[in-house]
Nanobody, 129 residues
């Protein structure tokens, strides 16, 4: 059974920082791209960032220069450092482990598929103005 567990969400004022962490109990961790998605009420789940097993990163345009994803393959963890947060970053953030093909497809806008790969339960991030 695969589990992804997020931590680190919370409330912060605009301009502040938060760090999210995801611990994955996945066999053969290096087969997966690891990433973060977010969803706010009334909106579809969208890709925020992901990292490949080789350490290549990709970010959605709205977070470039503010968010940084990192991973520790030895510990099966990946983190999301979020700086200069904005109210529009408010959302539930989900950790994801996907094949790199599925990750890039969803990141490019394909509909969220709960049956694809593995998903965490989510952690709330709230940014007040």
């Amino acid at each position: 059974q695969v589990h992804l567990v997020e931590s680190g969400g919370g409330s912060v004022q605009a301009g502040g920082s938060l760090r999210l962490s995801c611990v994955a109990s996945i066999f053969n961790y290096k087969r997966f791209c690891m990433g973060w998605f977010r969803q706010s009420p009334g909106n579809k789940r969208e890709g925020v960032t992901y990292i490949t097993p080789d350490g290549v990163t990709k970010y959605t345009d709205s977070v470039k220069g503010r968010f940084t994803i990192s991973q520790d393959s030895a510990k099966n963890t990946h983190d999301l450092q979020m700086d200069r947060l904005k109210p529009e970053d408010t959302a539930m953030y989900y950790c994801a482990a996907q094949t790199c093909h599925d990750m890039s497809t969803m990141f490019a806008g394909a509909p969220y598929n709960p049956q694809s790969g593995y998903w965490g339960q989510g952690t709330q991030v709230t940014v007040s103005s």
